[in-house]
C-alpha cells in the first residue's frame, strides 16, 4: 500500500494536518520520538568545521579556491579565523 501521508498533507492546510497528526503524538513510542529529535538535531546542524583553532594552511586555502569557495564560506568553516587573519595570511602567501 502506497504511502498516503504526502497526499494528506497535500489536500489539508497546515493547522487540519497539525491537529490530525496530533492525535496520535500520545501513541508515538518513546524510542522513536527521541531518534526523531535526535536525527532533527543532527540534520540542523549540517554546518560542519573544518578545524576549530582556525589554522588554515596554504594549500588547504588553495584547494577551496580550486573548488570555487569564497572567502566567507571559509570563514564560517574556520570559527575562529577573523576576516583580518585570513587578509594577513593571504599577503604572507603571496595571494593578495
Not at 69 to 83: F, G, M, N, R, V
Amino acid at each position: 500500500m502506497a504511502y498516503r501521508g504526502a497526499v494528506i498533507e497535500q489536500q489539508w492546510t497546515p493547522e487540519e494536518m497539525a491537529a490530525y497528526c496530533k492525535k496520535f503524538e500520545a501513541k508515538r513510542p518513546a524510542y522513536v520520538k527521541e531518534a526523531e529529535e535526535r536525527a532533527g538535531n543532527r540534520f540542523s546542524q549540517r554546518k560542519r568545521t573544518v578545524n576549530s583553532n582556525g589554522n588554515l594552511s596554504k594549500a588547504q586555502y588553495m584547494r577551496f579556491m580550486e573548488k570555487g569557495l569564497s572567502d566567507e564560506h571559509i570563514l564560517a568553516k574556520y570559527q575562529d579565523l577573523t576576516p583580518e587573519r585570513l587578509e594577513m595570511a593571504k599577503k604572507r602567501w603571496g595571494l593578495a
